[in-house]
């Protein structure tokens, strides 16, 4: 069965500086992955999603993911970190045999002034 | 061109009532899936309706029914309501059965007393 593992429940980091929010996941088939961002007493947004081609995927508002198929990880990056960024982000894998998508338990951001 | 609309944004019933949620897919999306995010989790796959069928279904209960009319509409229903039915109630759209990012509406927050 798939799943997803988003090992840090929060992520503090300082305006400016780069971040990374970590993602695994397991998968019998070919993996296509997604990044969501959630503001409070909202909807999910979409970021970026990868299904084939260059491991490094850019989204939006400068977010990009780096997908890893020997570690089978799918990590969340950007260079320089707006306070505009703390938000709640959801890492979430389809199987490529499969329509329903699995999401993580979610990764709180704190972006600090 | 308007998003995923959920209706009503907030409900409260009590244990053993019945409630339907309603969502609206994205303009030209025919594909709708439902989420139940519970508290502090990540939103968890209730089921995915397109062309009027359920095409997949998480591990929820048969409490847990839906509806997609002729205009892509869909419906969720839950019976007897219970505590653990307490969540943000999540629909999401999307063009087919794709790999195309799911687009997700604002949420229908169910408290049951």
């Known amino acids: 069965a798939q799943s997803v593992a988003q090992p840090e429940d929060q992520v503090n980091v300082a305006e400016g500086n780069p971040l990374t929010v970590k993602c695994t996941y397991s998968?019998?088939?070919?993996?296509?992955l997604f990044w969501y961002v959630q503001y409070p007493n909202r909807g999910l947004q979409f970021l970026l999603k990868y299904i084939t081609g260059d491991n490094l995927v850019k989204g939006s508002y400068g977010f990009e993911a780096e997908f890893n198929k020997s570690q089978t990880s799918f990590h969340l990056k950007k260079p320089s970190a707006l306070v505009s960024d703390s938000a709640l982000y959801f890492c979430a894998v389809r199987d490529g045999g499969d329509d329903k998508i699995i999401f993580g338990k979610g990764t709180r951001l704190h972006i600090l002034p | 061109d308007a998003g995923v609309t959920q209706s009503p944004t907030h409900l409260i019933k009590t244990r053993g009532q019945q409630v339907t949620l309603r969502c609206s897919p994205k303009?030209?999306?025919?594909?709708v899936s439902w989420y139940q995010q519970a508290l502090g989790q990540g939103p968890q796959f209730i089921f995915q309706?397109?062309?009027?069928?359920?095409?997949q279904r998480g591990n929820f209960p048969d409490r847990f029914s839906g509806h997609q009319f002729p205009n892509y509409s869909s419906e969720l229903n839950v019976n007897a309501l219970l505590l653990g039915d307490s969540a943000l109630y999540l629909c999401a759209s999307s063009f087919g059965v794709s790999n195309q990012p799911q687009h997700f509406g604002d949420g229908t927050r169910l408290s049951i007393l």
């Open positions: 998968v019998s088939g070919n993996p296509y």
């Open positions: 303009s030209g999306h025919d594909t």
């Open positions: 309706y397109y062309e009027e069928e359920e095409r």
